[in-house]
């Protein structure tokens, strides 16, 4: 059983050492009708990724609406690496600008929020449990809303979506029957079929994405990778990787020689016959794809059969916010029923909900159910296990010497 949130937030800050500055200019998101007066007029600079027009049109609409009902302003600040905010924010805390910050809310998981959680650079916890969209939450069953890739949320983040890595493949160029349900098939698949397949060069999100997927299938003790790297055995935990990726790369598109720049480059790529299977991390995106003409309509999805990377995306509030009224009520809309079911509408983006339907009200699960996911997406039942994300530890270090053995600079 999990612990409660709020409980388990105090213990776990008390046995890290770690305190948080209690500002008392910060809004109480308790007091719901106070935030909102304290929110009118604000802008919030919401920074998030800008690689997809699909999201940045949500995220459009989004900030439209807080415009028309509570008199929030929302610049999208697009982002093409998430530590660029990060840094901005842990800049400003090295210069002493501890009010007027910035960066008002960031699209942000792993290793991005461990790092702003370890150096303080978050607005106080429990803000997220207290928020009145909070009470729709599936925190019950989605343990990954409570942990972000082993770190304890601590009501730093408020979740926004889920995350499932899921495969494609167009059936007009190869059929269901040969494509490869593991790292290992994939591998095999590739000797057969070189030049066919590749992936975004790290720390790129989806390509990083796929090395803890091969890590977590290769690695002798899987169980290692819930805790922070052991120095003395780090290098014997990783061989299985690399040594895969040796085999891998003379077999990937450009002989490895080159990669595509991100996922929307990868799916061009899928769409132009130059790449046979890709993968993202949301199991609606190849509908979605297909749904903005993006894709044929003969793609489809798969997964492998012991089980894909699976995670929680979240937003959060920096400590020196100039806004955080209107971020609070930017990240309460965002996990409204109303938002959620847009979301994971493929047509708009697809992106799966982190709310219960036995929380929602009767007509907004209606809205849920009438939901056309898409002739290319994966039933629930289909996606397979969803795989827990390594520690951060894992990736800081694996991204490293990843470029050293494999960068297309090298």
Same mark, same amino acid.
């Given at each position: 059983?999990?612990?409660?949130?709020?409980?388990?937030?105090?213990?776990?800050?008390?046995?890290? *050492?770690?305190?948080?500055?209690?500002?008392?200019?910060?809004?109480?998101?308790?007091?719901?009708?106070?935030?909102?007066?304290?929110?009118?007029? @604000?802008?919030?600079?919401?920074? %998030?990724?800008?690689?997809?027009?699909?999201?940045?049109?949500?995220?459009?609409?989004?900030?439209? $609406?807080?415009?028309?009902?509570?008199?929030?302003?929302?610049?999208?600040?697009?982002?093409?690496?998430?530590?660029?905010?990060?840094?901005?924010?842990?800049?400003?805390?090295?210069? *002493?600008?501890?009010?007027?910050?910035?960066?008002?809310?960031i699209w942000i998981n792993g290793e991005?929020?461990?790092?702003?959680?370890?150096? @303080?650079?978050?607005?106080?916890?429990?803000? /997220?449990?207290?928020?009145?969209?909070?009470?729709?939450?599936?925190?019950?069953?989605?343990? /990954? =809303?409570?942990?972000?890739?082993?770190?304890?949320?601590?009501?730093?983040?408020?979740?926004?979506?889920?995350? #499932?890595?899921?495969?494609?493949?167009?059936?007009?160029?190869?059929?269901?029957?040969?494509?490869?349900?593991?790292?290992?098939?994939?591998?095999?698949?590739?000797?057969?079929?070189?030049?066919?397949?590749?992936?975004?060069?790290?720390?790129?999100? =989806?390509?990083?994405?796929?090395? #803890?997927?091969?890590?977590?299938?290769?690695?002798?003790?899987?169980?290692?990778?819930? @805790?922070?790297?052991?120095?003395?055995?780090?290098?014997?935990?990783?061989?299985?990787?690399?040594?895969?990726?040796?085999?891998?790369?003379?077999?990937?598109?450009?002989?490895?020689?080159?990669?595509?720049?991100?996922?929307?480059?990868? #799916?061009?790529?899928?769409?132009?016959?130059?790449l046979d299977i890709i993968f993202a991390?949301?199991?609606?995106?190849?509908?979605?794809?297909?749904? %903005?003409?993006?894709?044929?309509?003969?793609?489809?999805?798969?997964?492998?059969?012991?089980?894909?990377? *699976?995670?929680?995306?979240?937003?959060?509030?920096?400590?020196?916010?100039?806004? #955080?009224?209107?971020?609070?009520?930017?990240?309460?809309?965002? =996990?409204?029923?109303?938002?959620?079911?847009?979301?994971?509408?493929?047509?708009?983006?697809?992106?799966? $909900?982190?709310?219960?339907?036995?929380?929602?009200?009767?007509?907004?699960?209606?809205?849920?159910?009438?939901?056309?996911? *898409? =002739?290319?997406?994966?039933?629930?039942?289909?996606?397979?296990?969803?795989?827990?994300?390594?520690?951060?530890?894992?990736?800081?270090?694996?991204?490293?010497?990843?470029?050293?053995?494999?960068?297309?600079?090298?």
């Amino acid at each position: 059983m999990l612990k409660s949130p709020i409980l388990f937030a105090g213990a776990v800050t008390a046995a890290l *050492g770690l305190s948080h500055v209690s500002h008392a200019a910060d809004p109480d998101p308790r007091n719901w009708d106070a935030v909102l007066t304290e929110a009118k007029g @604000q802008t919030v600079y919401f920074n %998030a990724w800008g690689g997809s027009e699909n999201i940045n049109s949500y995220i459009d609409w989004a900030g439209q $609406t807080l415009k028309d009902r509570f008199g929030v302003t929302v610049v999208h600040v697009k982002l093409d690496d998430t530590a660029n905010a990060v840094a901005k924010v842990l800049a400003e805390k090295a210069a *002493g600008k501890n009010q007027g910050g910035s960066v008002d809310l960031i699209w942000i998981n792993g290793e991005n929020f461990a790092s702003m959680k370890r150096q @303080q650079l978050l607005m106080a916890p429990d803000w /997220t449990t207290s928020l009145p969209n909070w009470a729709y939450v599936d925190h019950e069953n989605k343990p /990954t =809303i409570l942990t972000d890739f082993t770190i304890p949320t601590d009501g730093l983040e408020s979740p926004w979506g889920g995350a #499932k890595m899921v495969f494609f493949h167009d059936t007009a160029r190869t059929p269901a029957d040969n494509v490869p349900h593991s790292s290992a098939e994939l591998l095999d698949w590739t000797e057969r079929n070189p030049g066919r397949f590749s992936y975004p060069q790290p720390p790129d999100f =989806i390509g990083s994405s796929f090395l #803890k997927q091969v890590l977590i299938e290769t690695i002798e003790d899987p169980s290692k990778l819930g @805790q922070p790297i052991n120095e003395a055995s780090f290098s014997d935990d990783v061989a299985p990787l690399f040594a895969y990726l040796d085999k891998l790369h003379p077999n990937l598109w450009r002989g490895g020689k080159a990669y595509p720049q991100n996922y929307p480059d990868m #799916k061009q790529k899928l769409a132009d016959g130059e790449l046979d299977i890709i993968f993202a991390f949301n199991p609606s995106e190849a509908s979605a794809g297909i749904a %903005a003409g993006e894709l044929p309509d003969t793609v489809r999805s798969f997964t492998y059969t012991e089980g894909t990377l *699976g995670n929680t995306h979240f937003v959060a509030i920096p400590y020196n916010a100039a806004s #955080k009224a209107g971020a609070l009520v930017l990240a309460n809309f965002l =996990i409204s029923p109303e938002a959620q079911v847009r979301k994971q509408d493929p047509a708009v983006w697809g992106d799966p $909900t982190v709310l219960s339907m036995d929380k929602i009200p009767a007509e907004d699960r209606a809205a849920f159910d009438a939901l056309d996911l *898409g =002739i290319a997406t994966l039933k629930p039942d289909e996606l397979g296990p969803a795989l827990d994300e390594p520690h951060p530890d894992w990736m800081e270090r694996i991204e490293g010497e990843w470029l050293k053995r494999y960068g297309a600079a090298n």
